[in-house]
């Protein structure tokens, strides 16, 4: 990284001017990672949270917040995104959520904070839909998993290391 391109001359924060980049499909995934009790993870299995339907829920939150990121990340570019999702594993015993979330556009500029967002707020969500349970659900981590498309191309999170 020999430049800081978020910067201006000035030294001031700016958003960058992606109009002269040749649009490509850009597609990145990201994963959150809540801790909790296993009884509390059960009842997400089961989909009986108090608020109701847990994962269902967090599902909805996160496609939201992928279409909102530019307005929640002051130097996003607003994207058009092709495709949202969610997916989540449960291990119940363990008393782990894992949310994978997906994000693709074909544009100019990446989609690695939409599909971070999302997993974000699908965190969130759990969390909100479960704390009339347990109020000591941790949000572990948010992290990208991987990213394709653009000048830099191919990005894949070396597991191994990452744990």
Known sequence: MSELTHLGDDGRARMVDVGAKATSERRATARARLRMAPETARAV???????GEVLGVARI??????????AL????????????????????????????????TVGQTGVEMEAMTAASVAALSVYDMVKGLERG?????????SK????????????????
Not at 45 to 51: A, I, L, Q, V
Not at 148 to 163: I, K, L, M, Q, V
Request: some cysteine; overall charge negative; proline content about 5%.
């Open 73 to 104: 990340i002051p130097l996003c570019h607003p994207l058009p995104l092709s495709f949202v999702d969610l997916t989540a594993t449960v291990d119940a015993e363990a008393g782990l959520v894992e949310l994978i979330a997906e994000a693709r």
């Open 148 to 163: 394709s498309g653009g000048r830099s191309g191919e990005w894949r999170r070396d597991e191994a290391a990452a744990e």
């Open 61 to 70: 939150a996160g496609v939201q917040a992928a279409k909102q990121t530019s």
């Open 45 to 51: 299995e089961r989909g009986d949270g108090p608020k």
């Open 137 to 145: 659900v941790a949000i572990e981590s948010i992290v990208l998993l």
